[in-house]
Structures are given as C-alpha cells and as structure tokens.
C-alpha cells in the first residue's frame, strides 16, 4: 500500500511538472421598461481560468418634457421610446407596432438603440395605403428608412440579420435633453444573478458588489472552469419593480468562455480541469494495478506457505519411512 501510494504521488507530480514546463467588449444591450441595463462577462475577451464576473450596467431613462419639442399632450414623437419600444429581437425576430390616427400628418422617428440606426416613418392619407409595411434590419441598418405609411396601419420590423441583436425605439437617436441616463445605485442589495453553465447545466446564485467609480455597474466574480455558453439570470428587484431577465452569450449577445489555450503562445498549458481528468484516470488505473498487485502477492504468499508445508510434510514423510526401515531391520 505505501509502495503504490508513493508511485501514485510521484506520478501525479510528473503530470503536473510536465504541464508547468510546457508552458499560462462585446456586451449585450436590452430595454426593460423604463430601465437600459448591459450584460455581459465582466472582461472580455473571456478565457477559462482566469478569474471574471457577471456583470451588469443599469441606467434608468429620465424624460425632460418641458423643452418644447413635444406639444401640448400630443404623441410623445422625440422622446426616447415614447411610442414604442420592442425590447431584444433576437435574429430571426420582428417586432409590431400600429400607428394611429392620432399620429395622422406626424413624422415619427426610429432608431435602433444598440447601433444607433434610425429612420421616419410619416404618417397621412399619402402613404402606402397596405395594411402591414415591412421593415428589413441587418448590419447595414433598416431598409427602407425613410417612408410613408397610412394612419392605422402596422409597421412590422424584421431582424433579417444572421447575428445582430435588434432593438428599436421610436425618438431620435440622439434624443437631447429628453433622453438623460441615470445610473440606478443601491441594485446590489435587491437583485442576485444565478449563473449557468449551459453546457452542463450546473448553476450556482451569486451576489453582486457594485464597481467602484462606476455608479449603476454590478459583478458577480467568479473563475470560470469550463469554456462554453454561460446564462447570467438576474433577479430581484431593481428600486422596488420586480426585475427577472436571462441573458445567454453567444453571437449577437456577448462573450462566450475561450480555451485559455486559445492566446497561450508559443506553448500551450493543459487546462485545470484536464489535468484534474488526467490525475484522476491514473490513479484510478494505480488503484487497479496495486490491487492485482496485492492480489498477486497475496496468492505468491499463500503458494509459499503451501510449499514450506509440503517440504514439512515431506521430510516428515522420509524420516518416518527410514524409522520404519530402522526397525525392521532390527527386528530381523
């Protein structure tokens, strides 16, 4: 037992010294009511074994109304999202809106709130007088930008792109005055994320601490051990409005976990967690054959102790014989 557990270290050793010698900011944007949070790893580029955080920015949107560009209690044209606000839409996705009569003889502007690609769409008797007008988003933006529909008519955007995550709002792009952020502090207290591999599915809820100098950012740290898809779901509640939002890396999204072996240069280092399926192959096999060597050495003992006997039994065997002979002959 010793002998094996000595070999044991002495090889896990080996497999550790061997590894040693051979030598170790794309976020995702969503609208949520009335609150802009970005999601996303912590570090980007994010690589296997080296320490990171989930991470999260919340902005609260604060509409200023008394700048003249919104009249009287008109449609809220220039704010922004004061007409519609789609969310995420994913690739693949569309997202409705109907347009009113009250918005009749009005120009209403649209944006994409994550690429900054915006557009009108004037509304009056002139227009397209179909039921649905499409609107196309790739990378290049929307297509058409600029055009007319009829009042009541829907307008349907199409994320026709094969990787861009869409999110559009009426209002300018550059909204002025009417569009100021405010960083929402104090969300550390109220809201948890529960971070999922999704490869295995493990999970584990983690709390947030709020990054020095940057009000409104939050991060869960952690090192992830695993490359692959990770899904940070943040829960609670954020200033008293209940908040439950789950975002998945991958393309459009944020930063899938890398191979560290990916920017290891010149020589790659075997992963943590490759090392550890090494070891413990090794052992396992150590185990085995220390116990067919304890078998083995057990059966050699017992064969030995067999023979000893057999010797024994035999010179008893002979001494009795010449005994038998000796007296015979004195006999005679």
């Known amino acids: 037992m010793i002998r094996r557990t000595i070999f044991a270290m002495a090889a ?3 497999i550790v010294f061997a590894a040693g ?6 976020h995702e944007g969503r609208v949520v009511g009335e609150l802009e949070v970005e999601v996303g790893f912590l570090t980007e580029p994010a690589f296997e074994g080296q320490a990171n955080g989930a991470f999260i920015r919340i902005l609260k949107s604060a509409e200023n109304h008394d700048d003249g560009m919104v009249m009287g209690d008109g449609p809220d044209l220039m ?3 004061g007409l519609f606000a789609s969310g995420t839409v994913d690739a693949g996705g569309s997202f409705e809106v109907e347009l009113g009569h009250d918005l009749e003889d009005l120009v209403v502007p649209f944006h994409d709130h994550l690429t900054g690609s915006s557009g009108t769409i004037a509304v009056n008797h ?6 649905t007008a499409m609107v196309r988003f790739d990378h290049d933006g929307f ?9 009541g008519t829907t307008v349907m955007f199409m994320n026709v792109s094969s990787d861009h995550v869409m999110s559009v709002l009426s209002g300018p792009h550059d909204a002025g005055d009417t569009h100021a952020h405010q960083p929402v502090v104090g969300a550390a207290a109220s809201l948890q994320v529960e971070v999922t591999h999704v490869p295995t ?8 601490r709020p990054l020095f100098g940057q009000d409104g950012s939050y991060a869960a740290d952690f090192v992830p051990t695993a490359p692959g898809a990770y899904t940070f779901r943040f829960f609670g509640d954020i200033e008293g409005e209940t908040f439950d939002q789950s975002f998945t890396s991958g393309p459009g999204t944020f930063d899938e976990i890398e191979p560290a072996r990916n920017v290891q240069f010149p020589i790659e280092l075997r992963e943590t967690r490759e090392l550890q399926s090494a070891v413990e192959g090794l052992q396992s096999e150590l185990t085995t054959a220390g116990d067919r060597a304890d078998d083995a050495d057990s059966a050699a003992s017992t064969a030995l102790v067999i023979g000893i006997i057999g010797l024994i039994v035999g010179a008893l065997g002979a ?7 000796l007296a015979a002959r004195r006999k005679a």
């Open 79 to 81: 704010s922004h999202g």
């Open 21 to 26: 010698s051979s030598t170790l900011l794309a």
């Open 143 to 151: 297509t058409p930008s600029d055009f007319s529909v009829q009042p």
């Open 201 to 208: 599915t493990t999970s584990e809820t983690m709390e947030l």
């Open 319 to 325: 001494g009795l014989g010449s005994y038998g002979l």
């Open 12 to 14: 896990i050793m080996t």
């Open 126 to 131: 002139d227009g397209d007088a179909s039921e």
